[in-house]
């Protein structure tokens, strides 16, 4: 099976990459906005799918669409360009290659909206407004995949974690060596619960829609909701770093990112500000999701999230 992935040199389509050319034995030609090759597919291009794909890479079986703008902020225009119409051009190019698959690496975020929300499904509603820039891009860039006329598969992965992860774990690591990791305490005084994925059941999963040829859209856990705070304490504890021990009523901490981003909008290029709502609400709001539909149609993950974790820890240790 030939099969183009693009953001190879990032976590998700790095590993992407890596796992279907060595474990599954598939023809992997990537392509990423930066220049520099990485080692996770046979072939590679630098290209900005934003502006085009201009150049004729041959047939494909099948397309996985794994770049776009993570970032937790930017300007709405930038996440429009990488994930909007980056997709739009990406579906233009997979119809004239002849590829019989699309896959799309979305996001749980579509599904977001304030406070918590609890065995969220493929049938939950949307809500009316996105929670922030990325999702509504996000969400955009969904229609447009499941409007193309193409056999397209949509995958909404939670909070993405594993080896080469830059994102969600770094960062909390960060702060909490800087001591700026604080705990959001809720009026109610619930305790906030989340799913997660692994890296390690975010390809399987892609595996088996390639092989099974899965069309529809999928929720995407490790099906074990855990308790976000005790998580990361047992995170911490392993690179001997203390828990949070600041705790800061949350309603107050949400009003403050508010009034950073609109410091960071008007005044401050929309350079990333300490705080955002968005990341409050990670570790305020309660998340869980109802992945039976991937179970039936993908298959149950095959890795525990303390195993995932586990070699994580490993991995990052290993990097120091």
Known sequence: MRILITGVSGFVGGALGRYLQEACGFEVYGLSRSEGRPGSCGSFRSADLSLSVPFDLGRFDAVVHA?????????????ERHNVRATANLLAFAKRSGAEQFIYISSSSVFYREGDQ???????PFPDIP???????????????????LKTTILRPRAVFGEGD??????????????????????DGARVIGDLVSIDNLVHFVQAALERGAEGDFNLTDDAPVDIYELLEAVLADFDLPAPKLSLPAPLVMRVAGSLEFLSARLFGWREPPLTRFGVS??????TFDIAKAKAGLGAPVIPTGEALARFVAWQKARR
């Open 131 to 149: 929670i922030n820039a990325y999702a509504a891009t996000k969400r955009r860039a969904e229609e447009l995949v499941a409007t193309s006329g």
């Open 118 to 124: 609890f065995g969220i499904s493929e049938a939950t």
């Open 282 to 287: 990670v570790l305020s709001q309660s998340k």
């Open 67 to 79: 770049a776009g703008l993570v970032t937790p902020w930017a300007h709405p225009e930038a996440y």
């Open 166 to 187: 830059t994102v969600l774990f770094p960062r909390i690591l960060r702060a909490a060596r800087l001591g700026l990791l604080p705990r959001f305490s809720r009026p």
